[in-house]
Nanobody
């Protein structure tokens, strides 16, 4: 069974920084893409950043230049460094990973973390 566990959320003032971490554990053959989504109250969940095997990344336009996604494949861990945080970044942040459990599994499956709250407020 695969689990994704996030950490690093909290309350921060505008202009501050936070670093989110997400560890995938279980019987994993390979982790493909890893990403972070967020959902604010009354809004749909949106993709914030994604990192692919090999290191290519994509970002939501409003976070470009402020957020950086990275991964440590040896630890099956993805990070999201968030700088210059703004009140509009307030949301529950969810980790996502596309994981293959076996070598002969052609299509990876989506797994989600439980979410971590990020609140940006003075």
């Amino acid at each position: 069974q695969v689990q994704l566990v996030e950490s690093g959320g909290g309350l921060v003032q505008p202009g501050g920084s936070l670093r989110l971490s997400c560890v995938a554990s279980g019987s994993i053959y390979m982790v493909n893409s890893m990403g972070w989504y967020r959902q604010a109250p009354g809004s749909q969940r949106e993709l914030v950043a994604v990192i692919f095997v090999g290191g290519n990344t994509n970002y939501l336009d409003p976070v470009k230049g402020r957020f950086t996604i990275s991964r440590d494949d040896a630890k099956n861990t993805v990070y999201l460094q968030m700088n210059n945080l703004k009140p509009e970044d307030t949301a529950v942040y969810y980790c996502n990973a596309q994981i293959r459990l076996r070598r002969n599994q052609v299509v990876p499956r989506d797994y989600w973390g439980q979410g971590t709250q990020v609140t940006v407020s003075s």
